[in-house]
């Protein structure tokens, strides 16, 4: 008898546990229950920054009240600068109230997603946490010279020790921050390419104008471009230029994807996605695959691994790849070498007049065929940052559901377990 009591508790903690554990944070509806703090909520959802704290464990927001984002508001900064301020407020490690209270040694350094994202340069996205005597726990910017002007209010909501939102009094002020950003259309994507080890890509993307437009067409609504280094590709050009000239544009659209896709999203959703050189019945996808902090990328002719992060700046991410990957449209799996060599007359074709305007046609249309993923509808490539809010509400009902589906399985099977018992 006491034994079946022991298991009776056992499943019962079991089931408290996976009813706690299933039920993920959501920052919407944490700062919902605090209309002091909407205005905040409001700019999370507005710059795309809500969906990766979902995304997210281990995380802490420093809440701003309306009253505090009067002065930032007030200076008409850009929707992407408003993004890469209030990405300084979210740190990657987890501050509870009594946490803040007992740092080591009185100081602490917290990365945030500012830093994450790759345009904060040296320790400008990083900021320094101290606990002052009488129990002030002041903020500021690592590069702000030691100045902490910004201070703990208050503890908002906490889930320990997945998600802490505290209040702070003012903005953390960072002139990196606060610069001007340009928006997606005004990104120079070939000039960060070149400045970081994918030069010969991105010379042979500029040289080919069809391939470059289509680029070019895509980056407000969401781009994920995957460059191979400037080694591998050079070593490559040679069986680039036995391509047609049709051929050509695809191939460099290939390492495209009309979809915004950050590298936390790349490790979680692995299956087939499409590129910009998806064309109806030429498919020109690949496999996105990972092991641990490893991703690839796989077609039928081979395996090309991720290496670095060149931007990951909503709605888009440029990073490198070690080899070049070679789609089955254009190779052979067995020889690793190109399709025969053009006649004559076919590269002649080259201008297209008409029938460029259908592929992009597709092209647009290839767009809403990316691979599914759990989070493409608040990624879809549709969205930029001036989208209507109730789009992200949506998103975050959907998401609340399916968890909401999973706790009450949880609860159910250990109930069932404890009846099966007795």
Do not use: W
């Not at 950050?262 to 050189?277: D, P, Q, R, V």
Request: aromatic letters at 8%.
């Amino acid at each position: 008898m006491a034994e079946q009591r022991q298991l009776l508790l056992l499943l019962i903690f079991s089931a408290v546990v996976l009813f706690q554990s299933s039920n993920a944070h959501n920052i919407t509806r944490l700062l919902a229950k605090h209309p002091s703090l909407s205005t905040f909520n409001h700019y999370l959802t507005l710059t795309h920054l809500a969906p990766e704290i979902n995304r997210r464990t281990t995380i802490t927001v420093l809440a701003l009240d309306n009253a505090a984002m009067s002065p930032l508001l007030a200076k008409n900064p850009s929707i992407f600068t408003i993004k890469n301020i209030l990405s300084l407020h979210v740190l990657l490690d987890y501050f509870g109230a009594r946490k803040l209270h007992q740092i080591r040694d009185g100081t602490a350094l917290a990365a945030t997603m500012f830093q994450a994202t790759g345009v904060a340069p040296g320790v400008s996205g990083f900021v320094n946490i101290t606990d002052f005597k009488g129990g002030k726990v002041g903020f500021g910017p690592e590069d702000n010279d030691g100045n902490l002007d910004s201070f703990f209010v208050k503890s908002v909501e906490e889930l320990p020790y997945n998600i802490s939102v505290i209040q702070i009094s003012k903005p953390l002020p960072s002139a990196v921050a606060e610069a001007p950003t340009p928006g997606p259309s005004q990104l120079n994507i070939t000039g960060i390419m070149s400045a970081h080890g994918c030069k010969v890509f991105a010379d042979t993307l500029l040289a080919n104008p069809e391939a470059m437009g289509t680029y070019e067409d895509n980056v407000n609504g969401g781009l994920s471009v995957f460059c191979p280094l400037d080694d591998p590709f050079k070593a490559f050009l040679p069986k680039y230029k036995n391509l047609t000239a049709s051929k050509k544009a695809s191939f460099l659209e290939f390492f495209g994807v009309p979809v915004y896709q950050s590298l936390s999203m790349l490790k979680s959703n692995n299956g087939i996605m499409n590129t910009l050189a998806t064309d109806g019945a030429s498919k020109f996808d690949f496999t996105v695959q990972n092991e641990g902090e490893e991703v690839t990328l796989k077609t039928r002719i081979n395996t090309v691994k991720i290496t670095g992060t060149l931007l990951d700046e909503q709605p888009v991410a440029i990073y490198t790849i070690d080899k070049v990957l070679m789609p089955k449209e254009l190779f052979k799996a067995s020889a690793l070498s190109p399709a025969p060599a053009p006649a004559p007359e076919e590269a002649a074709d080259a201008p297209k007049g008409s029938k460029s305007k259908s592929k992009s046609k597709s092209k647009s249309k290839s767009k809403t065929k990316a691979a599914p993923t759990p989070d493409s509808d608040s990624d879809s490539p549709a969205e930029s940052p001036d989208d209507d809010p109730a789009d992200q509400v949506a998103d975050d009902e959907n998401a609340a559901m399916y968890f909401e589906a999973h706790r009450f399985t949880a609860v159910v099977l250990s109930l069932f377990c404890v009846f099966f018992m007795l």
